[in-house]
């Protein structure tokens, strides 16, 4: 990546927790850059910080030390795991609720709305509750959500990871899709390597407690892509680097309890 190529820039990141009285350092002096149009890929064993520094970058948390800086004004959306759908909304309403925020006129809102339910496959649905969703239905709502409002960066937080495997490898491929299609910034955290290295252009691998950025290594292929990419030789040599490098980290974490 070019050094003057960043949107979103994380520099020298470090957070600490207090709880029952004392610190906990959860992430230390982590440097995290996200090209303009890029997809990183965010990966560490469990309870690394990867959440917490996505959430930093969003501006949901502060860092207690370092600093996060936008290249201009960038407009951010979330996509998390559960959804965070408002249950007395229908699937047309909670995809322009954003819109209606953002103080977009009524028709504009609706109009650009059933534009987005269209392409992530949920039209007919329009009036639907999303009790009455499925799972992968209810998350493809909140990626329309997301996307509607036309962000600069999308910040996923393991959107995927409540969902049954069939149902995961048809979202990432909506995924992959709407990706092409917009070239949106965007940094996806997963617990799933296939994923990272499916999805991404690039994955960065954390550390153990206190998390820091490992590793960054880019994705050695071509896009657009789609799920035949799993079996690519290349894949398999990325997702066996990665995977020795996460063992070498449990590993020793739990040396360290």
Known sequence: ?????WLIRASAVTKVFTTNGRGVLALEEVNLSLARGSFTSLIGPSGCGKSTLLR????????????????????????FQDHALFPWLTVLDNVAFGLKMAGVEPEERKQ????WIERVGLAGFEKAFPNALSGGMRQRLSIARAFVTEPDILLMDEPMGALDEQTRLLIQEDLLRLWEETRKTVLL??????EAILLGDRVSVMSRRPGRIKANLDVPLERPRSLHNMTDPRFVALKDAILNDLHDEVMASMESR
């Open 56 to 79: 930093i970058i969003g501006g949901i948390e502060t860092p207690s030390q370092g600093s996060v800086e936008h290249a201009g004004s960038a407009r951010i959306s979330f996509v």
């Open 189 to 194: 955290v997963t617990h799933s390597i296939d």
């Open 1 to 5: 990546m070019a050094e003057d190529d």
């Open 112 to 115: 650009r709305s059933q534009i």
